[in-house]
T-cell receptor, first 113, second 110 residues
């Protein structure tokens, strides 16, 4: 266990559904991240939050909506997704945005049908 | 040009051999370098970090850094079948989150 917990572990949703991914960290870290991992592609950084404030949005489509109510929790709200959004979504945290190594949650395997 | 480049593999080595994984990066301002191991269907796990030129050893793992050549490598001695995984190189340039390579898949043959 890395101290970063993601739920659910697996999610199947239709293109018209709305769902949310949840991430919680128990490490006292101040920075949290969402990454997308598709087959045979590098990890893609989606969003960065530092002290609850969004500091980076990597040109992510608006059908992905992050929320960070506090430094320990991070959500990714999903709506009207496309089949190509099917991927492993990984949450990570680090002490601060500046420093530097990240601990990952177990990931949510998302399938859009 | 990709920011962090790795050969996708698979790299196949026999059990007990040395596995050598390589990574190049484009940002000369990069300060910190990491190797993550990712088993199939699992999340990445940090296994090594290196910050200065030279070698850093931790058990069977040795990370090597050459900033002049913008090159990072990971050596795994006495490779075991349990080392079979994808190894991700990650680089931090001090301004944003880690940038990852696409990973090299390692297969250790019993």
């Amino acid at each position: 266990e890395t101290g970063v917990t993601q739920t659910p572990r697996h999610l199947v949703m239709g293109m018209t559904n709305k769902k949310s991914l949840k991430c919680e960290q128990h490490l006292g870290h101040n920075a949290m991240y969402w990454y997308k991992q598709s087959a045979k592609k590098p990890l893609e950084l989606m969003f960065v939050y530092n002290f609850k404030e969004q500091t980076e949005n990597n040109s992510v489509p608006s059908r992905f909506s992050p929320e960070c109510p506090n430094s320990s929790h991070l959500f990714l709200h999903l709506h009207t997704l496309q089949p190509e959004d099917s991927a492993l979504y990984l949450c990570a945290s680090s002490q601060d945005q500046g420093g530097p190594w990240a601990f990952f949650g177990q990931g949510t395997r998302l399938t859009v049908v | 040009q990709k920011e962090v480049e790795q050969n996708s593999g698979p790299l196949s080595v026999p059990e007990g051999a040395i596995a050598s994984l390589n990574c190049t990066y484009s940002d000369r301002g990069s300060q910190s370098f990491f190797w993550y191991r990712q088993y199939s269907g699992k999340s990445p796990e940090l296994i090594m970090s290196i910050y200065s030129n030279g070698d850093k050893e931790d058990g069977r793992f040795t990370a090597q850094l050459n900033k002049a050549s913008q090159y990072v490598s990971l050596l795994i001695r006495d490779s075991q079948p349990s080392d079979s995984a994808t190894y991700l190189c990650a680089v931090w340039a001090g301004r944003r989150a880690l940038t990852f390579g696409s990973g090299t898949r390692l297969q250790v043959q019993p």
